[in-house]
Structures are given as structure tokens and as C-alpha cells.
């Protein structure tokens, strides 16, 4: 049986999701398990934020002990670059795996 909330009715890319306080963005359950990357650990993910497309490399996928949601910091350099403030809507165009670094 199931517990708790209700999550988000999210299944496919793009989707738009608010910057929670805590400078972090939301992956909801549901897309989680549509892209298959319960088991990814780090991320590449592509935001569009004021008509700026945004690549965030590395970005570490953090994982809660109940449910396949996941949630990934917006680092620091790229907030104060583009001006990205907790409770902006931002756009999540994609998400892949990590790119090794030349």
C-alpha cells in the first residue's frame, strides 16, 4: 500500500520546477524511473533559466531513503553568473550522463 504525498505528475523533459531554498532543483519520482537513472549517481543537466541555456556537469544526483526522487544543487559560480535565486522557476531540458572531462 502506498504512503505519503502524492509526488508530481512529471514523466517526460522538458519540465519546469521552482529552486527550493535550499538552492536545490527537484527530479520527481516518476521521471526518475521513466529516464532509468535511479542508479546514477552525478548527472550532466541542461536548465534554461531567463532564455539561457545552462549545462551543469557533474551536478550530484542526492537521494532521499523512501522514494526514487532526486534532487541536484545548483552550484554556487553558476547562481552568481546568471543570477539564479531560491523560488526562480527554471526549465530542465535534459538530463544525461556524465561526460568524461578532456
Not at 527537484?26 to 526518475?32: D, E, G, S, T
Not at 554556487?76 to 572531462?101: F, H, N, Q, S
Request: proline share 5%.
Amino acid at each position: 500500500m502506498r504512503r505519503g504525498a502524492k509526488g508530481y505528475d512529471i514523466t517526460s523533459l522538458p519540465y519546469r520546477v521552482k529552486v527550493y531554498v535550499n538552492n536545490q532543483v527537484l527530479i520527481p519520482a516518476k521521471l526518475v524511473r521513466t529516464l532509468g537513472i535511479t542508479s546514477w549517481r552525478y548527472a550532466d543537466i541542461v536548465i534554461r533559466y531567463r532564455d539561457q541555456i545552462i549545462t551543469i556537469r557533474n551536478a550530484r544526483l542526492l537521494r532521499t531513503r523512501h522514494t526514487d526522487s532526486r534532487q541536484f544543487t545548483i552550484p554556487k559560480d553558476v547562481r552568481d553568473r546568471y543570477g539564479i535565486k531560491p523560488g526562480d522557476e527554471i526549465e530542465v531540458l535534459e538530463i544525461r550522463r556524465p561526460t568524461a572531462e578532456e
